[in-house]
């Protein structure tokens, strides 16, 4: 194999896939990121047996090949190379050579037959989707995922598609984000599949802000063609909890704010919060609301936010990570927060999003 290219088209692929990489991995190959000429492009893969990820780039091809190098120690060299114009070629014994003008690097690879092969999605019916649309939907919904790993159907977001409607659903546990937006195409096919947070972060991190992409579901694995920008996953296997039974009806105790205020309020409160003393407290009285928190040898904040608030005088209790991560990825001025009880959950409905919360015990 031989091609010639830049520094900065090689490491922005290399980028790309590596992030996959699980570092010391049991299998050494794993830790490799796999390099192929393909037409006039080079194809660049990187897997942890759970999620792959491929990526085309321009090169100039001399020679057709192919073969595995270690991807820190590549990402490394091709970072701190001088020059722009890069040529790399490869050797018998899986040896690597990478030159510029003033500089050459050896480095051993291995061969291509040692990688895993990705799954092939043949004859599968493909979804369409707005790539912008899916971007800012998964900034509504991933935060809530959870973390525990012995809840894993939970570690994960489920993805439903039925008819003409996307929904996006995703749970710890003590928070529920949920999303339907309407497709602009109909499709047969209908899609019931639980998506790790790991491909949701590749995804995200890939995802443009125009064009669209390719769904293709296979048997409990997914892929997303971005382009030039490949994502396969496994898929988690379980039952995702029925979320429908558990969204509180309409309720017309609802505090108007603006959403930046209450944001840098909560922020600023959340400073005091420990481990033992997380709740921040917020009392409604008409047409205001004080945020406050007070930590036992920390100390105490208050604040007040002029609101739209009709209903009772009342306090109640949130976590204030669970109020900061959905302010800051909503875009509207002003959010609804609907809040009945002191022991029942907060919730924020904005067009097609519904946003679930449990309260906090005041101690």
């Known amino acids: 194999m031989k091609f010639k290219t830049t520094k900065e088209v090689l490491l922005t692929g290399i980028q790309t896939v590596q992030n996959v990489i699980t ?8 830790s490799n990121i796999l390099i192929e000429t393909h037409t006039n492009q080079l ?17 100039d091809i001399q020679e057709p090949g192919s073969i595995t190098v270690p991807a820190k120690r590549f990402s ?23 030159e510029t003008d003033t500089c050459q690097f050896k480095i051993m690879g291995l061969s291509k037959e040692e990688f895993p092969k ?6 599968k019916e493909v979804v369409k989707l707005d790539q912008g649309v899916l971007k800012a939907i998964l900034n509504l919904t991933s935060f809530a995922v959870s973390f525990d790993e012995t809840r894993y159907v939970l570690n994960g977001i489920l993805f439903k598609i039925d008819k003409n409607t996307l929904t996006l659903v995703a749970t710890d ?8 937006k ?10 019931n599949m639980i998506v790790p ?28 063609d971005l382009g030039p920008i490949v994502v396969i996953s496994r898929l988690i296997e379980g039952e995702f909890p029925d979320y429908r039974q558990v969204i509180p009806a309409v309720s017309e105790s609802k505090v108007v704010v603006d959403r930046e205020q209450f944001l840098l309020a909560v922020k600023r409160a959340a400073l005091l919060a420990t481990p033992d003393y997380q709740a921040v407290k917020l ?18 904040s208050r604040e007040e936010l002029n609101v739209e608030y009709h209903g009772k005088e009342m306090a109640i209790g949130f976590n204030p990570v669970y109020i900061i991560d959905v302010l800051k990825n909503l875009s509207e001025e002003r959010v609804g927060f609907e809040v009945s009880d002191s022991e029942k959950p907060g919730v924020i409905r904005v067009d097609g999003y519904t946003y679930i919360v449990l309260p906090m015990r005041l101690s």
């Open 43 to 59: 194809k660049l893969t990187a897997t942890d047996l759970d999620i792959g990820i491929t990526c085309l780039i321009p090169v």
């Open 76 to 98: 490394d060299i091709i970072r701190e190379l001088p020059g722009e114009e890069v040529n790399l070629s490869t050797k018998k014994n899986n040896l690597v050579i990478i």
């Open 197 to 224: 947070i790991k491909t949701i972060h590749e995804l995200n991190r890939n995802l443009r802000e125009d064009g669209e992409l390719s769904l293709i579901l296979g048997n409990n694995q997914v892929l997303f």
């Open 23 to 30: 570092p010391k991995s049991a299998l050494p190959i794993l």
């Open 118 to 123: 990705l799954p092939e999605f043949k004859d």
């Open 173 to 180: 546990g003590k928070r529920l984000a949920i999303v339907d």
């Open 283 to 300: 009392e409604m009285f008409k047409d205001r609301m004080v945020v406050s928190k007070s930590t036992p040898d920390i100390g105490e």
């Open 182 to 191: 309407k497709l602009t195409q109909e499709t047969d096919k209908a899609v």
